[in-house]
């Protein structure tokens, strides 16, 4: 959730969350494993994510996620963290249509 964006003022907005994970696979050998997102529902192209205004279905807001880490390796049953970023604009909000914006995005990691 971005909050509030105030065009009067567009200064670029980050957004941050942390969830853990763990491996729950049987064996003892660690697993590697990858991050991905699938930038949502109404991206543009590769690392083009949007949001689209909850009302005017025509209009939509650019912004950009990070997943840190991508990939790597983690032991089995040990909580790892995902830290993902999203990141506004200012430039692309100072003259969007005033309202709500939302976007679904998948996050997947896979051995």
């Known amino acids: 959730n971005f909050g509030s964006l ?3 003022n567009p200064i670029d907005k980050s957004v941050s969350t942390t969830i853990l994970y763990r491996c729950q696979a049987q064996g003892n050998n660690p697993i ?8 949502g529902l109404y991206e543009t192209g590769p ?4 949001m689209r205004h ?3 279905l025509t209009e939509y807001l650019p912004y950009s996620i990070t997943l840190d880490p991508t990939s790597g390796t983690v032991p089995k049953t040990i909580e790892f963290p995902l830290t993902i970023t999203g990141t506004v604009r200012g430039v692309d ?6 309202g709500n914006y939302s ?9």
């Open 54 to 56: 909850t009302t005017q």
């Open 32 to 39: 590697t494993f990858a991050i991905t997102d699938d930038d």
């Open 6 to 8: 105030d065009p009067s």
């Open 47 to 50: 690392n083009a994510p949007r």
């Open 103 to 111: 976007d679904t995005v998948v996050v997947s990691i896979e051995p």
């Open 93 to 98: 909000y100072q003259n969007a249509t005033m």
